[in-house]
């Protein structure tokens, strides 16, 4: 009886995407912090989380939450830079800057979906409405 | 406790770009100094960038993954370039043909480099705002 | 006067209450749920079962929590969530036992 508290499919999905996006600030908190770092490049969230997660909507049937709980997001060397300076460094600030602040957004949209099922839980246990 | 994400990586960051911001003044304040301790013309100091990991991100089953990397300041070296030669015997540090040797200090790379350092920055201290505003937005899920 | 006493052709028998006073089980609930009895029944498992889910769930939370106290997780949101989670189910079971407990009371005070 204690589980479905936590088996909506959206608040699953909601969560792993809430740890990718802390992963990919961090990611971009390394970015920046190295701009200027000869030979280094940037890294970001590896893309086939994302893919992972599609495929298992494309299927039949949606995914169980279980299965969405197994697929974990990890940083990888971002492949597709468009310019990498002489001194072998890929970063650009000005992108960094911009997928943070999309990053931000979306944090703040994930944890409002996960926020969101817990209030709406809360309610329905105590029959209280704030 | 990591609270904040990435502030260990921008710490370090706005430290390199201090101690950058402080050589570029340095060079700047010395851009016509003919005479320095060694009895030379002062020479540009270059300040040089490494990085540092702060924590693998190796996931369990041994899959590589690129560490989380802070920035710092490896060393301070001098630029070796001679500096301009200029023409002027009345000059106190004049040598015996009256040439003076100038600092190798280029007031324009100088300032682009200062503008630089200060956009960069800048650029962490914005991560820095946003890291604390997601944790306080992280600690209200639920209320 | 003899009218009084016999007016009304009643079958009194039938308005006398059965002698057997204690009220049986079937009389109270007949053939419903059964009521928590203090050997378990169905209601117990029920009950016993969502205590162990709530203890996994604290247990579960305070691992979390642990590791991000330690440091060894930088992943702040999943420590809250955990505790959010595990203080939902906390609050659950809480009010299933209230409900429980008042609906026993009222039964108590049923009168019979």
């Known amino acids: ?130 | ?143 | 006067m003899a009218i009084i006493g016999s007016v009304l052709p009643v079958n009194v028998q039938s308005l006398r209450p059965p002698l057997d006073l204690a009220p049986s089980r079937e009389m109270i609930a007949p053939k419903g749920p059964a009521i928590p009895a203090p050997s378990g029944g169905q209601f117990g498992e029920i009950f016993e079962k969502m205590v162990s889910g709530v203890e996994q769930s604290q247990a579960r939370a305070g691992e979390v929590t642990r590791s991000v106290l330690l440091g060894d997780n930088p992943n702040l949101h999943q420590s809250v969530i955990a505790m959010q989670e595990a203080s939902l189910s906390f609050s659950l079971m809480v009010e299933v036992r209230n409900k429980v407990v008042e609906g026993y009371q009222e039964l108590m005070r049923m009168p019979v």
């Open chain 1, 1 to 130: 009886m204690i589980a479905p508290v936590a088996n909506s499919l959206n608040y699953q999905l909601a969560s792993k995407l809430l740890d990718a996006s802390v992963m990919r600030h961090e990611a971009i908190a390394t970015n920046i912090a190295n701009a200027e770092t000869p030979g280094f490049r940037r890294i970001d969230v590896a893309s086939d989380f994302n893919r992972a997660l599609r495929s298992q909507f494309t299927g039949g049937r949606p995914p169980s939450p279980s299965d969405v709980a197994a697929i974990n997001p990890h940083l990888a060397v971002d492949a597709n830079v468009r310019t990498v300076r002489p001194d072998g460094n890929s970063v650009e600030i000005e992108t960094e800057l911009m997928a943070m602040s999309r990053n931000r957004v979306d944090h703040e949209f994930l944890t409002e979906i996960v926020s969101r099922h817990i209030k709406q839980l809360k309610m329905a246990i105590s029959g209280r409405v704030t």
């Open chain 2, 1 to 143: 406790m990591e609270l904040l994400t990435g502030i260990a990586a921008t710490g370090g960051a706005l430290n390199s770009q201090r101690t950058r911001l402080d050589i570029i003044a340095q060079n700047i304040a010395n851009a016509r100094t003919t005479r320095g301790p060694d009895g030379g013309p002062y020479q540009r100091r270059i300040v040089s960038f490494e990085s540092e990991l702060l924590r693998s991100t190796d996931s369990a089953n041994g899959a590589k993954s690129p560490g989380l990397a802070t920035v710092r300041v490896s060393g301070v070296t001098t630029d070796p370039t001679p500096g301009q030669r200029v023409n002027d015997p009345g000059h106190p540090d004049a040598d015996a043909q009256g040439m003076v040797t100038l600092p190798n200090v280029n007031l324009a790379f100088e300032m682009v480099d200062l503008i630089t350092a200060s956009r960069a920055y800048e650029a962490n201290l914005n991560v820095a705002k946003n890291s604390r505003q997601m944790a306080l937005k992280t600690l209200e899920i639920g209320k």
